[in-house]
């Protein structure tokens, strides 16, 4: 009897410990920055905006998040669904120049120690950097942020793609030695599917650079989407905007990078 | 040693390979009959592995040659399968789906209903219906064994080569496989060579066991026939004087060839008198 009580017990308490960590703790967690960010407003950054008034200038761009009353007034998820739209744009560029790339870097010595080095020196330019330069060969903001997003985007899957190939175990390649497998066969049915879930890494840390990069890309293009609204809220001295988009921003990114995980541990119980 | 035959399907003349300075394989050579079972039984890293890998193409002898009907071997080939030691399964492929590459590869002029079929019939023997769907994750190390032994035998090859096949199991899952292995020896008519570290398990299985001597330097000694009526049943084997003798026969050269380095061996430099740190081969 006494037993069966102390597991029921240990059952409860352990259950109350995974609610306390899954959203008392986060909850804590939030409210002790917007405390601060309150305190902060309220004393010394008299600029800041508290949370109340940032609630209530945003109030119209989250209530109504798909509004449009002007170019460059939108509302959130709108700004939020063109700045995708050019993520995606980019980060698809990206993938699909750097994973064939990642094989090939795998695959040859001889291209590995061609274009290794080179790589290792543009992998780490920033998109403030490579932005003029699009701007310069397209003439145009909409393809130079694109051409920004991929150049910038496209390493983590180059190297992890080049990683997973290199990972492939011995034996698998001895089995398709031995069965005769052509190069294509060998390529698509073994490496590929060896190296896959390496590349999905990649593809993951990818898509979060290109996130990273947009709101850059838009800030100096104007262009709209969630980074220029933020830059033109800045000059607009309508500082509650700011903190909207930065919050956005955030959101998205993680909910991109949790949707990328799911499909990762997919892809890896398979 | 071996009686010399017109055309043996596998032959290993003056085979020799090193690895960086580490001398493996000495001076082997080999004849191996259509539909024999031969079976070569060795200490663990004697390289046993290593013999296999030259027999199936997979590795080149520094010195000597392998020929295959009379060809020199220069790559591996599916008329020489190789059963991996690791299994090599694909783990992303169901067993079904990991037979059927090796079986579409190999027949790719069969309609689809004769490989399927074809492919039906092999997982049926090696007893794996009710897992075919199933992935090599959520298959136990024996079944996994069974998987690799059938996507070999369903290719059809001329000489099947096996890598301590059973070396990763459990004793009881081992027991199991060797009688099974043991019916295919018996009935397919196939030319199997086997390595292998268990010599209850050669004579089990084999029309011939050849001891590998420990290495470094390892080569072939004298060969033992066996000549036990199969089917060879596990219980009664162990009463018949023929299994004790050779058994006996197989252990002695084996332990023979551990003690101290043959004279053949010997370092042309003598060994400081210090004690060595290195582990025992």
């Known amino acids: 009897m006494s037993k069966e009580t102390v597991a029921k017990d240990t059952f409860s308490k352990e259950a109350m410990e995974r609610w306390l960590a899954a959203i008392a703790l986060p909850l804590i967690g939030a409210g002790a920055v917007v405390a601060l960010w309150s305190l902060t407003s309220a004393t010394f950054a008299e600029s800041l905006p508290s949370p109340a008034k940032t609630w209530e200038v945003s109030r119209p761009y989250i209530v109504e998040p798909f509004e449009k009353r002007g170019e460059l007034d939108q509302g959130i998820l709108r700004f939020t669904w063109y700045s995708l739209e050019r993520v995606v744009k980019g980060y698809t560029i990206a993938i699909l120049i750097g994973a064939p790339v990642g094989f090939l870097l795998g695959m040859s010595k001889l291209f590995r120690g061609s274009f290794d080095p080179i790589i290792q020196i543009l992998r780490p330019v920033s998109p403030l950097a490579w932005l003029p330069l699009g701007l310069v060969l397209f003439q145009k903001p909409e393809p130079a942020g694109i051409f920004t997003i991929a150049m910038c985007s496209m390493w983590p899957t180059v190297l992890n793609t080049a990683l997973g190939v290199r990972a492939v175990p011995q034996d698998y390649l001895n089995v398709a030695r031995v069965l005769k497998l052509s190069r294509m066969k060998t390529l698509f049915k073994i490496m590929l599917p060896a190296a896959l879930p390496y590349m999905f890494t990649g593809f993951r840390l990818s898509l979060g650079i290109a996130w990273l990069v947009i709101v850059a890309a838009e800030m100096l293009t104007g262009a709209p989407g969630v980074g220029g609204f933020l830059w033109q809220e800045y000059n607009a001295l309508i500082y509650e905007h700011i903190i909207l988009c930065i919050l956005t921003i955030g959101f998205v990114g993680y909910g991109l990078d949790r949707l990328m995980g799911v499909a990762e541990k997919r892809l890896r119980t398979a | ?281």
């Open chain 2, 1 to 281: 040693m071996t009686t010399p035959s017109l055309r043996p399907i596998l032959s290993l003349r003056g085979v020799s390979k090193s690895y960086g300075t580490t001398h493996v394989l000495d001076d082997i050579s080999l004849d191996i009959e259509a539909g024999e079972v031969v079976v070569i039984v060795g200490f663990s890293g004697a390289g046993k592995s290593t013999l296999i890998s030259l027999m199936c193409g997979l590795d080149q002898p520094d010195s000597g040659e392998v020929t295959f009907k009379g060809s020199k071997v220069t790559e591996p080939g599916p008329e020489r399968m190789l059963v991996f030691q690791n299994y090599s399964l694909l783990p992303w492929l169901s067993a079904l789906d990991n037979v059927a590459l090796a079986v579409d590869q190999v027949f790719p002029g069969w309609s689809k209903e004769k490989r399927q079929t074809h492919i039906d019939r092999f997982i049926n023997m090696v007893g794996l219906d009710h897992a075919r769907d199933r992935k090599p994750a959520q298959l136990s190390g024996g079944m996994r064994q069974r998987v690799a032994l059938a996507r070999a035998l369903a290719t059809d090859p001329e000489v099947l080569l096996m890598d301590e096949p059973l070396s990763a199991l459990d004793a009881l899952t081992r027991a199991t496989l060797q009688d099974g292995l043991e019916r295919i020896a018996r009935t397919s008519g196939k030319t199997i060579v086997l390595v292998t570290n268990d010599v209850d398990e050669a004579i089990l299985l084999a029309d011939r066991i050849i001891p590998l001597s420990a290495g470094p330097r390892a080569t072939l000694g004298p060969e033992f026939p066996i000549t036990i009526p199969r089917p060879r049943e596990r219980r009664a084997l162990n009463q018949m004087p023929e299994f004790r003798h050779v058994r006996t026969a197989v252990v002695d050269y084996l332990l023979s060839t551990k003690r101290g380095p043959r004279p053949a061996a010997a370092p042309a430099i003598a060994p400081l008198a210090v004690p060595s740190l290195e582990p025992a081969p």
